[in-house]
């Protein structure tokens, strides 16, 4: 995936509020950008960090530049926007470059499904197979030695999207966690149980009842970013 039209770069002086920011660009203004991700972005919004942010031609909206990626001082790539996990997941099951979910007709997307009144990321169809419900989570919680954990804060809404997957694969579905790992200092993935122990304790049934786990890695800078690498789940009792 392209950023189309290019991004701009800035500094970070604080994320606030969850969804704001404020940085200064190159010329020393001053400017609030918005930020969709409502995660602790532990380690992805450090004062001074360089934001790559877009623009957009909304002229509706109270602030138009949204903070896309963080470059680190440690020289690591981060896709703070989540939306743009789906996205990359979408595109690189439609261009064939994750083999473990090819070989479907249809791809649907924000389907509802489910008892808890949900909508699956991702839903893939075919007259021969098994229809494949695909719930996608961004990563980017870095610790040591490039592990990973998902998720970066306690989540009521990713707990119950366990509930419905296993609850699907219970069925004779197929059903997938996709972990989009979006942090280029990520080489492995574990679920964050010291985060979120209830999610942990999901994760493991859903598994059992037969969820796949899927972990794909992206490669980034700031002009693209893409789904490449295929790393393991990695669990550590």
Not at 32 to 43: D, K, Q
Not at 192 to 199: F, G, K
Request: aromatic fraction near 8%.
């Amino acid at each position: 995936m392209k950023f189309d039209p290019p991004l701009q770069a800035a500094t970070l002086i604080k994320r606030y509020k969850r969804f704001l920011a404020d940085v200064t660009l190159n010329d020393g203004e001053v400017r609030t950008i918005h930020c969709a991700n409502t995660g602790a972005m532990t380690g992805c919004a450090d004062p001074g960090t360089t934001v790559w942010y877009s623009t957009s031609d909304n002229k509706k909206r109270k602030y138009p530049n949204s903070w896309q990626l963080a470059h680190t001082a440690a020289n690591d790539w981060i896709c703070v926007n989540t939306i743009q996990a789906n996205h990359l997941v979408k595109e690189a099951i439609e261009q064939q470059r994750i083999p473990e979910l090819s070989g479907y007709d249809q791809l649907r997307t924000e389907v509802k499904y489910g008892t808890e009144n949900s909508r699956i990321d991702l839903l893939l169809e075919s007259q021969t197979r098994p229809e494949c419900y695909i719930e996608v989570k961004s990563v980017t919680l870095l610790a040591d030695n490039g592990q990973g954990y998902f998720p970066d804060a306690v989540t009521t809404r990713g707990q119950k999207h366990l509930r419905e997957l296993t609850q699907m694969a219970q069925l004779g579905s197929r059903a997938i966690l996709f972990f989009a790992v979006l942090h280029t200092g990520i080489k492995k993935v574990d679920v964050a149980q010291h985060i979120d122990a209830e999610y942990a304790q999901l994760l493991q049934q859903a598994i059992t009842a037969g969820v796949e786990i899927i972990c794909y890695r992206a490669t980034i800078n700031a002009t693209e970013i893409n789904l490449t690498d295929c790393i393991q789940f990695q669990h550590l009792t």
